[in-house]
């Protein structure tokens, strides 16, 4: 739960830089909601690599997060802003579970 937490936070802080920095800033709360949706799929990605959990409890419990996500980028920008941190979450929980696809693990924790 700790390494989640880090690959969360560090996800987040990486993420608002890239995109406040490089990218060309569209203000900084949207930028740190971006950092964040890219934070919580890395660090959910990680917690979720492990036997105890089944396929259908990962894809639950993503889809709950993108909910949670999608909901609260409404409130607080609008639906046209919010859609991209969902395609973020969704294209980073993906590209990790391919990356651990090749290996012989299946992980990328081990």
């Not at 639906?79 to 590209?95: G, N």
């Not at 579970?97 to 992980?107: E, G, I, M, N, P």
Request: net charge neutral.
């Amino acid at each position: 739960m700790q390494r989640a937490l880090l690959y969360f936070l560090a996800g987040t802080v990486v993420s608002f830089l890239i995109n406040y920095f490089l990218l060309g800033s569209e203000g900084w709360p949207l930028d740190l909601y971006y950092g964040i949706a890219f934070g919580a799929a890395w660090g959910m990605a990680y917690y979720l690599d492990d036997e105890q959990f089944t396929l259908i409890q990962k894809l639950g419990i993503s889809f709950i997060l993108m909910t949670v996500l999608l909901i609260a980028g409404i409130f607080i920008f609008d639906a046209e802003l919010a859609v991209p941190a969902i395609i973020r979450f969704s294209m980073v929980f993906v590209a990790y579970y391919v990356l651990a696809s090749f290996r012989r693990a299946k992980s990328l924790r081990k």
